[in-house]
C-alpha cells in the first residue's frame, strides 16, 4: 500500500469536494427556486409569458449540458470581453473567472427541468381542488400558495430528488472549464502519477457518497412532508 | 474580425466549417446509435439477470445499475475509455495478434457510452417486463409453452411496446451524452465546434449553431418516436 500518493489523493479529492458542495448547493437552491416561477409561467393563460418560457425549457431540455456549460463560458464570455464597459470595469476579474458562468449555466439547466417537474405536478392536481378553493373564496395567490403548490410539492418530490441527484453529477462536467472540484483533482492526480484507476475510482466513490448523502437527505424530507397522510 | 459572415463561416468546403460540421454531426450520430444499440442488448441482459431466480445474477446486475446512476457518466466514460483502451491492448498484444494495437477511438467511445446506457436500459426493461404481468406467463405455461417459447412468444413482444417510451428517452439522452465524447479528444459535433471556435475566435456562434443541431436532432427524433408510438400501439388498441 503506497501511502503517499494515497495521502496526496484524499487531500486532492477534499480540496475538490469542497468546490463541488460550494456548486452542488448554490446551484440546487437557486435552480430549485426558479422552477417554480418558471413551471407557472409555463401552463399561464397568457402566449406572452407561456411561448418564451417554453422555449426556454425546451433549449435547455434540448442540449447536452456540456454545449450548454461551453455556451456560457465560451460564448457569453467572449461577448462580456468584448465590451469595453464590461472588459474595463473593476468587476471584470469576477466576470473572468469561470465558476459565475458555471453556476449560471447549471443553474439554468436544473431549472428547466425543475420546472417541467412542476408543471406535470400542478397539471396532475384534480381539477376539484382549484374549484374547492376558488368557491371558499380564496384569492387565485392564495390557492396557489395555500392548496396547489403544496399538494403539488408532495407529488414533485420523487422526481426532484433525482433531479437534484442529476445536478450533482453535471458539477462533473465544470471541469472542462477550468474549475477544480473532483472530477478535476481526480484528473490532476491521475496526470500527474499516471495512476488512472485509484484517482478515478477514489472520484467515483466520493460521488457515490455524495449521491448516499443526497438520498437520504431527500427521503427524510419525503418522510417528513408525507407524515400528516399517512395512517 | 473583417469579412466574417454566418455564410462563409458555415460554408461546405475549405473555406468553411460546413464539412466538418456534418462529419461531427455524423459522427454524433452513429456513436449515439452504436451505443444505443449496445446499451438494449446489455440492458435485455441487465433486465433478464435483475428478474431471475439466481441471487448472484440479481446482485451483478444491482451493483451495474447503482454503480452507474451514483457516478457522473463523464468520470464513467473516462474510466471505461482508459480501462478498454489498455485492455484490449493487452489482450491483443497478449494473444500475439499485434506487437502494438492501438484501440480505435470510435469503439471506445461506443463501449463506455453504450455500457453507461445499459444501466438505464435496464431499468427500461426490467418496469417494461414486470408490466406485462404474471397472469401472461402463467397462460402460456399452463398451455404448454416452454420457458423459452413464453419468453420469445408472449412476454417479449408485449414488453417491447411498453418499453418503446423509455426506449425513446433514452435515445434523447444518448444523444446528448455524446457530447461528452468530445472530453477524450473525439471530435464529434461538440469539438468541431470548439476548434471552429478557437480558430475563427467566435465562440458564440459556433456553439450556437450546435446547440441548435442537438436541439433539432432531439425534436426530430421525439416525434419519430410519438410516431413509432403510435403505429405499434394501434392494434393494441383495437383489443382493449
Known sequence: ?231 | MTGFSWFSALAYGDTGWGDEFVRGALFTLSISVCSYCLGIVLGLFGATAKLSRSRPARAMATFYTTAVRAVPELLLILLIYYSSTSALRDLVVGLGLARDFQVNGFVAACLSLGVVQGAYSTEVFRGAIIAVGKEQVEAATALGLSRRQTWRLVVFPQMLHKAIPGLGNLWLVVLKESSLISVVGFSELLLTAKMAGGAENRYLFFFSAVAFAYLGLSVVSSHLFDLVERQTGRHERGHG
Not at chain 1, 465560451?74 to 473572468?96: C, D, K
Open chain 1, 1 to 231: 500500500m503506497d501511502t503517499e500518493f494515497y495521502t496526496v489523493l484524499f487531500w486532492k479529492l477534499a480540496e475538490g469536494v469542497k468546490i463541488t458542495l460550494l456548486l452542488l448547493v448554490i446551484c440546487g437552491l437557486l435552480g430549485n427556486l426558479l422552477a417554480v416561477p418558471l413551471a407557472f409561467a409555463r401552463i399561464s393563460r397568457h402566449a406572452w409569458l407561456r411561448k418564451p418560457v417554453h422555449g426556454f425549457i425546451l433549449f435547455f431540455r434540448g442540449t447536452p449540458v456540456l454545449v450548454q456549460l461551453y455556451l456560457i463560458y465560451y460564448g457569453l464570455g467572449e461577448v462580456l470581453s468584448q465590451m469595453p464597459t464590461v472588459r474595463y470595469s473593476p468587476m471584470w476579474p469576477y466576470l473572468r473567472s469561470a465558476f459565475g458562468y458555471a453556476v449560471l449555466a447549471l443553474t439554468l439547466n436544473t431549472a428547466a427541468y425543475c420546472a417541467e417537474i412542476w408543471r406535470g405536478a400542478l397539471q396532475g392536481l384534480p381539477r376539484g381542488q382549484t374549484e374547492a378553493a376558488l368557491s371558499l373564496g380564496l384569492h387565485p395567490r392564495q390557492l396557489n400558495r395555500l392548496v396547489l403548490m403544496p399538494q403539488a410539492f408532495r407529488n414533485a418530490l420523487p422526481a426532484l430528488a433525482g433531479q437534484n441527484i442529476l445536478l450533482l453529477k453535471a458539477t462533473s462536467l465544470v471541469s472542462t472549464i477550468t474549475i477544480f472540484e473532483v472530477m478535476a483533482a481526480a484528473n490532476l492526480v491521475r496526470s500527474q502519477t499516471f495512476r488512472v484507476y485509484e484517482s478515478l475510482l477514489g472520484a467515483a466513490l466520493v460521488y457515490v457518497i455524495l449521491t448516499v448523502v443526497l438520498t437520504i437527505g431527500f427521503s427524510a424530507i419525503e418522510h417528513r412532508i408525507g407524515r400528516p397522510y399517512r395512517r
